[in-house]
């Protein structure tokens, strides 16, 4: 059951930036988001304006002085950046929030107002440790390490090895320049995937050289498409349109990359059964996509969570450094060999995860609103 929130907007750093949204904004929205009801906020001063909650449609009210509270209610400060899980932990335990450090946040579930100040109020309350990003805010500085922090927290359980520690690494370079322009992250997720279809032709074209740039090209669309996900995430603007058109998107630049190096390999005159390899890796990329969006669209159970880390030990952007590697030493053909059997048996494992146990009669959920 949803309960009320109240936020307190401190003169000194209500109207600071974290990642392109005022922390007033994104506290607003976090609260929401863990289930708050009607959120009051109290400021002496007139609101700024609030982008990223206009945009959600999501109902504030403003207050010059505290409301009396006569049920339990969310309490917390501006002083605070504080993500949605951990509010939505701190409804269900009614405490206030601790950092990793244990160090006390302004935050917590209060039954009434008892002090003058709101560390005195939550003072009493057992502590709830925070298990995501959840930092003082006390000025510039403080508001820096907050958003070192925060886009530090980006990361999806599809990320391997590479996208971990170099992909994403690399794409938050570009993601911290466009959060602060009105770029989308769908138009993002439109240029990664005109990168990847560069990358397809270039791989066509059937020299040595011509490859290695594509194999350059596809790592880069690589990157750029951890960005897209980066900025949905840090501006709240995860959609199903963006889910869709990221996995859409990657499958289209997987059957072009496969299709130009078949087309490459042909015009270099490599022997290997090309067009077989070439059809059976699209092929199978097509079954692939169906497979997954069938598992996701089955309501949620042991399969479904089998299911998921099938795909979350697959389907990460790894296989580009595979083929840059394999392109550098002019194995291009291995590679087309790896993709036509590879993707077969994943779809295969995939729907023998869906199937095993399956009871008669399941009711479809719509998928989540996340993206890579």
């Known amino acids: 059951m949803s309960i009320p929130a109240v936020i307190f907007c401190d003169p000194e750093t209500s109207t600071l930036r974290i990642a392109g949204l005022l922390v007033i ?76 450090d244990g160090t006390p946040l302004p935050a917590g579930v209060l039954t009434g107002f008892t002090g003058s100040t709101l560390e005195e109020q939550l003072s009493p309350l057992p502590g709830v440790a925070a298990e995501g990003v959840a930092v003082p805010i006390t000025g510039a500085a403080s508001a820096a390490v907050a958003a070192r922090a925060l886009w530090s927290s980006l990361s999806t359980s599809l990320d391997g090895f590479v996208d971990k520690h170099f992909n994403r690494p690399a794409g938050h370079y570009l993601s911290k320049i466009l959060v602060h322009t009105p770029v989308s992250p769908n138009q993002v997720s439109v240029v990664a995937s005109l990168i990847g279809l560069a990358a397809a032709w270039l791989f066509a074209q059937g020299h040595y050289q011509a490859a290695l ?104 952007r790894d ?30 494992l995939a729907l023998g995860v869906q199937l095993v146990g399956q009871p008669a009669s399941a009711t479809p959920n719509p998928d989540r609103e996340n993206r890579s």
Do not use: N
């Not at 403003?62 to 002083?79: C, K, M």
């Open 25 to 100: 904004d994104r506290l607003i929205v976090a609260a929401h988001r863990a289930g708050a009801g009607s959120i009051t906020i109290v400021s002496e001063k007139p609101l700024p304006p609030l982008a990223r909650t206009a945009a959600l449609g999501i109902t504030v009210k403003a207050a010059a002085h505290r409301p009396e509270l006569i049920e339990p209610t969310l309490v917390l400060s501006t002083r605070v950046l504080v993500q949605a899980p951990d509010l939505k932990r701190l409804l269900e335990q009614r405490g206030r929030l601790m950092a990793r």
């Open 213 to 316: 740039w594509g194999a350059i090209l596809f790592q880069i669309s690589a990157i750029v498409d951890c960005v897209d996900g980066d900025l949905a995430r840090i501006l709240f603007k995860e959609s199903r349109l963006g889910r869709w058109l990221d996995i859409v998107g990657d499958q289209v630049v997987h059957i072009s990359i496969f299709a130009g190096i078949g087309i490459g390999l042909y015009r270099a005159r490599i022997e290997d059964p090309l067009i077989p390899l070439v059809v059976s890796a699209a092929i199978g990329v097509v079954i692939a996509l169906i497979v997954v969006v069938r598992g996701q669209l089955q309501p949620e159970s042991p399969r479904k969570h089998r299911l998921k880390k099938l795909i979350d030990a697959t389907a990460s």
């Open 319 to 348: 296989f580009s450094v595979v083929l840059l590697v394999l392109t550098v030493l002019d194995k291009m053909s291995l590679f087309l060999w790896m993709a036509a059997i590879g993707v077969h048996i994943f779809w295969l």
